[in-house]
């Protein structure tokens, strides 16, 4: 089960949450059916039916069926092998039809196309590929193909195999359709589920799985040798006096407030989030102590004048840091956190960073 799960994915390369997935899928499974069904029918039509137009095709069809699937194991190119598999099977079933004739129900074979071209090439280009073959065998039924002449398949015969495959179609086509269709709405509801659960649901900025998301990535870029972040740790200084003296609803509404004031201080490259309660933290990818420092004081300074009414005004507390090629998401916010301690200590509504260990601090005022 193994080998075959690793084949039919091309060796783990595509995975079930990919577009390409089911096509890789389909595109194995036919390749691995095909080759021995080919070299059966070699050995069937040499030793039974003695037909050698159709051994030769036999063996051009299985060389082929083998190419294509070491040149899809190779690039693993889906659109590519999708192409070349359904026109080996269109230029076989034409042959096929064409030369068999009515006997032995050949024509069947038609009614694998419109599957086949719509699942491999999409809606569009499947629609197209069923449409030109069903006109081109058609024509050759009617005017060429001599095999055809028989009393076994007549107007009638025709007319019933020519709207069969075009009912055919049209159910592939409205399958398809569906299909997409059902494809394009999980993935919305698949992103808004995602954008939800990164979502702070009171301020409407990142949430703290969002924000260690961001500092994962951070400190893994950092650790291929990208520039260092710097993250900002922000609380506001008294909160428990708002919501104290005028309720959580109240409290609720300066933290909307804040988290507006502070997100287009911001750049569209840093990460802005509540890290719980009145804590805000501020990711900056790529950016120095000073950097950092700086946006945090036009934080600080947005936040004292923002105009709260009746409510009196707000000042917030910021620590500032900067990763390190060794840290992981604890020591860097313990290191802001401390930064944010120190600002509180020394007044509060300053901003302090802190760049050394917890034993060795190091801090400056803005």
Request: contains cysteine.
């Amino acid at each position: 089960m193994n080998r075959y799960h690793r084949f039919v994915t091309n060796n783990y390369h595509f995975k079930p949450d990919e577009p390409e997935y089911w096509q890789t899928y389909l595109i194995n499974n036919i390749l691995l059916i095909l080759i021995p069904i080919f070299l059966f029918l070699f050995f069937f039509n040499i030793f039974i039916q003695r037909w050698f137009i159709i051994i030769i095709i036999d063996v051009i069809a299985m060389l082929i069926s083998l190419f294509l699937m070491l040149f899809f194991h190779k690039t693993n190119d889906v659109a590519k092998t999708s192409k070349f598999s359904v026109a080996l099977y269109t230029s076989l079933m034409v042959a096929y039809v064409l030369i068999s004739g009515p006997k032995d129900y050949a024509f069947a074979w038609i009614l694998v196309l419109p599957p086949l071209s719509y699942f491999l090439l999409g809606r569009n280009a499947g629609r197209f590929v069923t449409m030109f073959s069903l006109i081109f065998i058609f024509v050759g039924i009617l005017f060429f193909s001599l095999p055809w002449k028989s009393d076994t398949f007549n107007l009638v015969s025709f007319v019933n195999l020519l709207f069969a495959t075009i009912c055919v179609t049209i159910l592939i086509s409205f399958s398809e359709l569906s299909r997409a269709k059902a494809y394009d709405f999980i993935q919305l509801k698949n992103e808004e589920l995602m954008r939800l659960s990164h979502t702070d649901a009171l301020t409407g900025i990142s949430n703290r799985l969002k924000l260690d998301e961001v500092m994962m990535k951070e400190l893994a870029r950092v650790r291929r040798g990208t520039p260092h972040f710097s993250i900002i740790m922000g609380d506001l200084d008294l909160f428990k006096h708002f919501n104290d003296s005028y309720g959580h609803l109240v409290g609720d509404q300066i933290l909307v407030e804040i988290a507006s004031t502070i997100v287009p201080i911001c750049r569209l490259t840093d990460t802005v989030g509540r890290w719980g309660g009145e804590e805000f933290l501020v990711i900056c990818p790529e950016t120095s102590t000073e950097g950092a420092m700086v946006l945090a004081e036009k934080i600080r300074k947005a936040v004292e004048s923002l105009p709260l009414h009746r409510y009196g005004s707000v000042t917030i507390s910021l620590g500032v840091t900067r990763s390190k090629t060794d840290d992981d998401i604890n020591t860097i916010v313990m290191r802001a956190d401390k930064a944010l301690y120190i600002a509180k200590s020394d007044g509060r509504n300053q901003v302090r960073s802190m760049q050394s260990t917890l034993h060795q601090l190091s801090f400056d005022e803005t």
